[in-house]
């Protein structure tokens, strides 16, 4: 059980690390950050479950380990991991139609 722990942590440590990456910003790339800022904030206050949310919200913007956010909700760790998982899962799908939406609209802007 532990093992299976430890991989769950490494992949969702690569997950995190991948968000941060997404959301630091240079003059090169203001715009498209911009869009993932306002669709990563969209996704998780709309398209979360409530306990989603509260999961990733901790794990991501609070940076608290697994162990601490099953404690503090009074479930199990592979609870949260799962939840955590699912949540990143809902997020990735979501984010995909944002950014492909944005795409659309700056060809859009391009033909006129």
């Known amino acids: 059980m532990a093992g299976r722990t430890r991989v769950s942590e490494a992949a969702l440590e690569f997950d995190r690390e991948l968000i941060r990456q997404m959301l630091q910003t240079s003059a090169s790339n203001t715009r498209q950050m911009m869009v993932v800022r306002r669709a990563l904030r969209d996704i998780i206050a709309t398209e979360l479950t409530p306990r989603q949310r509260e999961v990733v919200l901790l794990y991501w913007f609070e940076e608290k380990r697994i162990c ?14 799962r939840t955590l998982r699912r949540g990143m899962a809902n997020i990735r799908h979501h984010m995909r139609f944002y950014i492909e939406y944005d795409r ?4 859009d802007d391009d033909d006129e």
């Not at 503090?72 to 592979?78: N, Q, R, S």
């Not at 659309?104 to 060809?107: Q, R, V």
Request: charged share 15%; net charge negative.
């Open 68 to 81: 601490d956010i099953a404690r503090e909700l009074g479930v199990a760790g592979t609870t949260v991991s």
């Open 104 to 107: 659309m609209c700056l060809t």
